[in-house]
């Protein structure tokens, strides 16, 4: 098992920036805002040969009593209690402040070896910046700049000297990926925190709680998930922080870096056309979906058929999906729908064989043929398989550029139909088969081969013709007559 490092500071200390600089990537959210990180983030590091876990948390206030301060101490406990080492940051350029004596008697108290990492050291002496940190009674502080990389090789070598060689980990890597999302406020951090069984994210009574995509690994039924927790999806017209803006990308891209995309819905609330456009997105991401209709214990069952009403002339657009009607607070339904996770994942990442789709291509066809286009009709010859996550399905044949819409969908569902494609969007392309002599020219085309009918023309006109002068028939003289 890899080692946890953990990263504690108060806010703005430059914790999320170390931690995009040890995972060498830029999951974490970086704005020059106090308290912009709050849920633990997790990333995975590698220092030479040895691999190693890190845990961004947000500003940690340890006195705080109640409101999102208390809730971000929390998550900082918790990661807290699961380190191996703790790196404390401080700010080398604001000195010594209270709120770091507060943080060093807590982490003291915790049994756990800490290093403290003076940032924002670039340009200074060393020596002079870290001075004021013996005060801590932490241990020799470390001068760093997570910003440009500047102590941070020497700050985890001394992390990682004291630590055991990590074991392989076997079935790393194939773990399903799966992105929870919705609007602001439709229980979203409580659909995980009831999934895993521990309150791993805060889930606050506050629109926006959650800023960052926050990936959460467990394990479900002996097979290992990525769940990934995101902002809430507002409007365009209701988004006006930058902060907020940021937020909404990295929600996008974990819909398109997952494998399946839960969609919240708020059963409490008017299906809106926000809900609608979030569909549309994971539509055309081609990502594998299912629908949660949360909060819908409580509500009266007259209620319930017209809200099941709603969502089936609204969400038509994705009637391949599943939808699931549950209480992420008492836990209700989240079993079933997790089963259809497991069974949209297999139906996007399923393998077609040729043989078959041809088959289910010509059945389709011979039960009904595609309409005429002028005076052709397109014909459909076989089909295989182009892609998975979606299953992309390549037909070929000829005049295919005539084959009207509706008459795509009808084979997408005569496909489904018969491979169970339940949960994931299907993909059908085209590939018209072109005429190896279109290039030529006109006598070339005429001299290799002319067509039946032009060439019964040329014989009718041949017959017609008189003899030529050559096959005149002559007498011959025979000798001896006259």
């Given amino acids: 098992m890899k080692p946890s490092i953990v990263l504690v ?15 060498r990537t830029r999951d974490a959210l970086v704005a020059d805002i106090p308290g912009l990180t709050r849920d633990r983030h997790y990333g995975h590091g590698r220092l030479g040969s040895k691999p190693y876990l890190v845990v961004d948390t947000g500003g940690f206030e340890p006195l705080a009593r109640d409101g999102i301060v208390h809730q971000m101490a929390r998550q900082t406990e918790q990661a807290i209690d699961e380190a191996d080492v703790i790196v404390f940051l401080v700010d080398g350029r604001s000195g010594v402040t209270a709120l770091d004596k507060e943080i060093a008697n807590r982490l003291r108290r915790s049994g756990r070896p800490v290093l403290v990492a003076v940032n924002k050291a670039e340009g200074l002496s060393p020596g002079v910046v870290a001075a ?3 005060e801590l009674g932490l241990g020799e502080p470390v001068a760093i700049s997570a910003a440009h990389g500047e102590g941070v090789r020497a700050l985890m070598e001394l992390a990682l000297e004291p630590l055991p060689e990590p074991l392989p980990e076997d079935g790393v890597g194939d773990s399903i990926r799966v992105a929870i999302v919705g609007r602001p406020n439709v229980g979203k951090s409580t659909m995980i925190n009831a999934l895993i069984g521990e309150e791993r994210v805060i889930a606050f009574d506050q629109p926006g709680t959650t800023r960052d995509a926050i990936e ?5 039924g002996g097979r290992r998930y990525s769940l990934i927790d995101t902002a809430g999806l507002r409007r365009r ?12 990308i990295k929600t996008l891209q974990a819909i398109e870096g997952a494998q399946v995309v839960v969609l919240v819905l708020d059963a409490r609330q008017d299906i809106s056309d926000q809900d609608a456009h979030i569909a549309a997105f994971i539509r055309e991401s081609g990502r594998a979906l299912v629908v949660a209709v949360n909060k819908w214990d409580g509500l009266e069952p007259y209620l319930r058929e017209q809200i099941k009403a709603a969502l089936e002339s609204q969400l038509s657009f994705i009637d391949f999906a599943r ?30 064989p040729t043989p078959q789709l041809t088959r289910v291509l010509i059945d389709a066809v011979a039960r009904q043929a595609p309409p005429r286009s002028g005076q052709f009709r397109p014909k459909l010859r076989y089909a295989h398989q182009g892609g998975r996550n979606p299953p992309l399905i390549v037909i070929h044949g000829n005049a295919l550029d005539k084959v009207p819409e509706s008459y795509r969908r009808y084979l997408e569902h005569a496909f489904r139909e018969v491979f169970k494609l339940q949960g994931t969007p299907l993909q059908i392309q085209f590939n018209v088969s072109s005429n190896p002599f279109a290039d030529r020219p006109a006598a070339e085309q005429n001299r290799r081969g002319q067509a039946p009918a032009a060439r019964g023309r040329a014989a009718a006109a041949g017959s017609a013709r008189p003899p030529p002068a050559a096959r005149v028939a002559v007498k011959r003289k025979v000798p001896g007559r006259s």
Avoid: C, M, W
């Fill in 237 to 248: 017209g209701k988004v006006f922080e930058t902060i907020e803006k940021f937020s909404v």
């Fill in 9 to 23: 500071g108060r806010p703005n200390v430059g914790k999320s920036t170390l931690f995009n600089r040890l995972t």
């Fill in 132 to 134: 004021d940190f013996h």
């Fill in 216 to 220: 959460v690994e467990f394990e479900r």
């Fill in 323 to 352: 939808f699931h009607y549950v209480s992420a607070l008492r836990g209700q339904g989240l079993e079933t729908l997790f089963r259809s996770v497991d069974a949209a994942h297999q139906a996007a990442t399923v393998n077609l």
